[in-house]
């Protein structure tokens, strides 16, 4: 589910009611942050206690939806839950350290990310654990590129590896050197 915060109300009403008629009955893994698909699935819950995962995957199943990744789950002591779930039952969950920041493209990586890993023939519930890893590492890997928000680095994994300890040389600059290279972000959230 898209961040659809700054859009008009009417728009929004449109938007989400053509989303519930041609998309959800199309799709077989609802991905989205807990509190988007609670207000968007459950508008009008009343009562006192947040609805968990299964009451969410209950409102996307009776929209089409087999299957509901709910991520951004508060838990406790610093951690954040995400879970996939049935209106049945909780196929599989991921615990991940909270990240104080507040990112641009998280659920597009994580909804990527698991569509690649369905699609080479992983299991849902094993595809939706690497998938989330992936996003954990992303998440703790990316970088503010300005005043705005964070944004995941995707290549995380494509970096050069340092070892403990490791030190340029003294002598001056590394004639080896490629002087056109870009400098690795260093910038951390």
Same mark, same amino acid.
């Given at each position: 589910?898209?961040?659809?915060?700054?859009?008009?109300?009417?728009?929004?009403?449109?938007?989400?009611?053509?989303?519930?008629?041609?998309?959800?009955?199309?799709?077989?893994?609802?991905?989205?942050?807990?509190?988007?698909?609670?207000?968007?699935? @459950?508008?009008?819950?009343?009562? !006192?206690?947040?609805?968990?995962?299964?009451?969410?995957? $209950?409102?996307?199943?009776? @929209? *089409?939806?087999?299957?509901?990744?709910?991520? *951004?789950?508060?838990?406790?002591?610093?951690?954040?839950?995400?879970? @996939?779930?049935?209106?049945?039952?909780?196929?599989?969950?991921? $615990?991940? !350290?909270?990240?104080?920041?507040?990112?641009?493209?998280?659920?597009?990586?994580?909804?990527?990310?698991?569509?690649?890993?369905?699609?080479?023939?992983?299991?849902?519930?094993?595809?939706?654990?690497?998938?989330?890893?992936?996003?954990?590492?992303?998440?703790?890997?990316?970088?503010?590129?300005?005043?705005?928000?964070?944004?995941?680095?995707?290549?995380?994994?494509?970096?050069?590896?340092?070892?403990?300890?490791? !030190? *340029?040389? !003294?002598?001056?600059?590394?004639?080896?050197?490629?002087?056109?290279?870009?400098?690795?972000?260093?910038?951390?959230?």
């Amino acid at each position: 589910m898209p961040n659809l915060s700054w859009w008009e109300d009417d728009q929004i009403d449109q938007y989400l009611d053509a989303f519930r008629e041609l998309l959800l009955p199309q799709t077989s893994v609802l991905v989205g942050h807990h509190s988007t698909l609670r207000r968007w699935l @459950l508008p009008d819950w009343s009562s !006192e206690k947040n609805p968990g995962p299964r009451d969410i995957a $209950k409102a996307a199943s009776e @929209l *089409g939806v087999p299957y509901t990744l709910v991520t *951004g789950l508060t838990a406790s002591d610093q951690h954040i839950d995400n879970v @996939l779930a049935t209106p049945e039952t909780v196929v599989g969950h991921e $615990k991940f !350290e909270r990240i104080e920041a507040v990112f641009s493209g998280a659920g597009e990586t994580l909804s990527a990310a698991l569509a690649a890993l369905i699609a080479t023939g992983l299991d849902l519930s094993v595809a939706a654990s690497e998938a989330l890893h992936y996003l954990d590492r992303c998440l703790d890997e990316g970088f503010r590129p300005g005043m705005g928000h964070v944004i995941p680095d995707r290549l995380f994994w494509a970096l050069p590896e340092t070892e403990e300890g490791e !030190e *340029g040389d !003294e002598g001056g600059p590394d004639m080896n050197a490629d002087f056109f290279e870009m400098p690795i972000n260093e910038t951390k959230h």
